[in-house]
């Protein structure tokens, strides 16, 4: 596995929980969580699909969608150019990469998000990528599974983005009728449209341990209600408690973890 | 109860008081000469201004304080209401009010936003800003009207969905998407109606239907100018800029594809005439759920999912 964004390159790299210095490769080695702490480093959505099918073999589909600019929208940069830094940067597949392979043996689709595409933001294409995946699933009949890792809807591309959450929940409900399971695994940081769409339908919904989880950032709850936020709040443990999620599952056990579950519906 | 009024409205609320004014005075031929003055020169005032509005200065219509609210056109389209509380689950929520009325005769059932008037109403429906127990009280309701056959209409105003301690407990994430999913499959045509603020996720949570219609001046977003500028400018006070760049006009969002029809308002804003507002509206729910009528449960259905599948622009080589 090739080092993420936010693991720094190099030799060593220190633990952003723990601050312990450690060697690169025992972090790379441990699927990028931190051996001494347990702390969950952010992963890409290449790594993602790598840790989670067989062999780290997958097929990734709908690779041609491309962002297009439908609002020309310009904040302190203009939407298009900010994409052609992020394509050049992070790759083509804008902030989701969608997978086919087998776990444990067995077919099944990996939709995962990408956090470095613009904060993993929701637009069109993670909608129509999305949405095209839950059709492939309900044609062959596969399950599906999400890896959220996202700041919410793409403001770039206002009501359209919004739209997505319709859209991509609209495809899960086809799911649910035709029996088809879904599996939505959600991971730091889950926020905003992502959280109140795909991202909390899940059959069974599991979470990455310490993953912030929520509709609302934190700043903004902050801001509104004027009062410090109480420890552990909208992280997986937080959320497990109160009953938003059926597993907080350590990332060696994820894979074992979501084979497991699809057994159960196959 | 003295209420802010966006300044670019100013000249429109002065020559109002001054009509007023007028209207109390004894009838003579030079009063009512001065009356007519007056009336004119408010509608050239009203023609001036709206002629070129900016969606900055729409944003302000949006959430003028007197705009009629989802009570309001409850009441003024409809007989018989009756509102119903509680998801069943936790609480009531007065953000959001839901229950069944008679439309033309015919049983509805109605949801919707609910904002305040007086200072502590407005506190006490929360600025229309639902917690988790509002979307689940608005899903009960739709589904008892999909066991009743009954048709739903929605009127969605709100900031946005409440962002506190107690709704992200609760399950706010969960509630909204729900309610879309929900939404999706419901075997009776839903009317979504976007009557003043379309804000984000907690509008879109009674936004999911056949027909999505949109008054003139309301808006709807993904994010709140205020709250754009904020994270993309670093400067809440580019919100000006943020309404101009996010496209959240009604007829921006016709142009998008994403609103069925815009329903024009009473010169000056709805504010200015709630009834006609009403009466338009309600014309134009009757049109709309006549040609819904006629479907049959599986072509609304499938013709609704393929009517939010399309929303959204890509590009593919
Ligand atoms: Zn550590």
């Known amino acids: 596995m090739k080092p993420e964004a936010n693991v720094r390159e190099g030799l060593w790299i220190k633990c952003e929980a723990c601050k312990e210095i450690l060697y690169h490769k025992e972090v790379t080695n441990n699927a990028l969580v931190c051996p001494r702490c347990d702390h969950h480093f952010r992963m890409t959505a290449a790594q993602r699909l790598e840790l989670l099918f067989d062999e780290g073999q997958y097929k990734t589909l ?28 992070v790759g083509p597949g804008d902030a989701l990469i969608v997978g086919q392979g087998n776990i444990e043996g067995e077919p099944a689709i990996i939709a995962a998000m990408e956090y470095a595409f613009m904060g993993g933001s929701m637009g069109s294409v993670v909608g129509e990528k999305m949405a095209r995946a839950i059709e492939r699933c309900l044609a062959r009949k596969l399950p599906l599974i999400s890896v959220a890792c996202s700041g919410g809807a793409r403001m770039q591309e206002g009501v359209l983005s919004l739209m997505q959450m319709a859209k991509i929940s609209a495809g899960l409900a086809r799911m649910r009728e035709k029996g088809l399971p879904y599996i939505s695994v959600l991971t730091d940081p889950t926020t905003g449209g992502v959280t109140a769409s795909f991202a909390m339908l899940g ?42 999620l059926d597993m907080v599952v350590h990332r060696r056990d994820l894979k074992a973890a979501i084979a497991r579950c699809l057994t159960y519906f196959r | 109860m003295a209420q802010p009024v966006s300044s670019f409205l100013e000249p429109i609320g002065e020559l109002q008081q001054r009509i007023r004014e007028l209207e109390k005075e004894q009838t003579s031929a030079e009063t009512a000469q001065a009356l007519e003055a007056a009336r004119r020169e408010l509608r050239e005032t009203i023609d001036r201004i709206f002629a070129h509005l900016t969606p900055w200065q729409t944003c302000q219509l949006a959430r003028h304080p007197e705009r009629p609210y989802t009570l309001d056109y409850i009441h003024g389209m409809m007989t018989e209401f009756t509102e119903l509380h509680g998801d069943r689950r936790f609480a009531d929520d007065p953000a959001i009010v839901a ?22 109403e407005k506190v006490r429906r929360n600025f229309a800003m639902p917690r988790p127990e509002g979307y689940r009280k608005a899903l009960r309701i739709m589904k008892m009207a999909a066991r009743f056959s009954l048709p739903i209409v929605t009127f969605i105003d709100t900031p946005g969905a409440y962002p506190g301690i107690d709704a992200e407990e609760r399950g706010q994430a969960e509630a909204i998407a729900t309610n879309l999913l929900e939404m999706a499959r419901l075997p009776v045509p ?37 709250g754009c500028a904020a994270i993309l400018w670093k400067d809440q006070s580019r919100a000006e800029q943020a309404a101009e760049a996010l496209r959240l006009t009604a007829r921006d969002l016709k142009h998008l594809g994403i609103v069925d029809e815009v329903l024009e308002e009473p010169a000056g804003g709805a504010q200015m005439d709630p009834p006609a507002m009403a009466a338009t509206l309600a014309d134009a729910l009757r049109h709309h759920f006549k040609q819904l009528r006629r479907l049959k449960t599986e072509a609304l259905i499938s013709k609704r999912y393929k009517k939010f599948r399309t929303m959204g622009k890509y590009l593919e080589r």
Do not use: W
């Open chain 2, 99 to 120: 229950g069944f009325a008679l439309f033309d005769g015919d049983p509805i059932a109605v949801i919707g936003h609910q904002k305040g008037r007086s200072t502590a």
């Open chain 1, 203 to 244: 059959d069974i919904n599991i979470a990455e341990p310490g993953a912030l989880i929520g509709f609302a950032g934190p700043r903004v709850i902050e801001q509104t209600i004027r009062q410090k936020l109480p420890e552990g709040f909208q992280r997986s443990e937080f959320l497990l408690e109160h009953g938003m």
């Open chain 2, 190 to 226: 839903i009317v979504c109606v976007i009557t003043g603020e379309g804000g984000s996720g907690g509008a879109l949570a009674l936004g999911v239907g056949d027909r999505i219609l949109m008054l003139e001046h309301a808006i709807y977003s993904v994010i709140s100018p205020e």
């Open chain 1, 62 to 89: 709908f690779r041609p969608i491309r962002s297009v600019d439908p609002l020309g929208f310009v904040d302190t940069k203009a939407y298009p150019d900010r994409l052609k830094a992020y394509t050049r940067r």
